[in-house]
């Protein structure tokens, strides 16, 4: 079976909306804290709509006979224009998504790769990936492309606790009297 890439539109973000829910199921079950589940409705199609046509972004798709099977979403960016970082361009690819019933088949790879000739002709010099890191496979699966990490965002969760009264702006409390 012939795996085609080509570049999407922001309306094919509602043929994706039920692809894209794979990943987000997987996130959800790993995550529960983070992620929750969603379904493919008219807000979560509108929310992807959005995200997808924001400036800076392509949208690579992956066909097989049967539609689409696969997709990235690449946004470029400049670092900071702080004195202390090196000017440079970058792009990141901010989802990979490949049907459950398409993996194996090389085509997240591929769709990686197209992103990566994507932010090359973007004048991007290195391309990146967020992943997190309760998902092994993906983490297997980048470090098989040569991605190595470069940083890590590290948390803890903290109890609840009830919020302090503070004073109000501008009232001074007297005391002794």
């Known amino acids: ?18 692809l894209l829910l794979e990943v987000n199921d997987l996130h959800a079950a790993l995550l529960p804290g983070v992620f929750r589940p969603t379904a493919a409705d008219a807000a979560t199609v509108d929310f992807l709509r959005g995200w997808v046509a ?3 972004r392509c949208l690579l798709v992956a066909d097989d006979e049967h539609g689409p099977v696969g997709c990235a979403l690449v946004v470029a960016g400049e670092a900071s224009s702080q004195p202390i970082f090196v000017p440079r361009r970058w792009a990141e690819v901010e989802l990979l998504v ?35 890191e309760a998902n092994a496979a993906a983490v297997r699966f980048y470090e098989r492309l040569g991605y190595a990490t470069a940083r890590r965002l590290m948390w803890r969760d903290l109890a609840p606790k009830p919020r302090p009264t503070l004073p109000r702006r501008g009232f001074v409390e007297e005391r002794g009297q």
């Open 98 to 132: 490949v049907a459950n019933r398409a993996r194996g088949r090389g085509i997240g790879r591929t769709l990686m790769d197209a992103a990566a000739d994507w932010a090359a002709a973007e004048g991007a010099a290195r391309v990146q990936v967020v992943v997190w």
């Open 54 to 56: 924001r400036e800076g």
């Open 1 to 18: 079976m012939e795996i085609r890439i080509r570049s999407g539109p922001s309306a094919d973000v509602g043929q994706l909306a039920e």
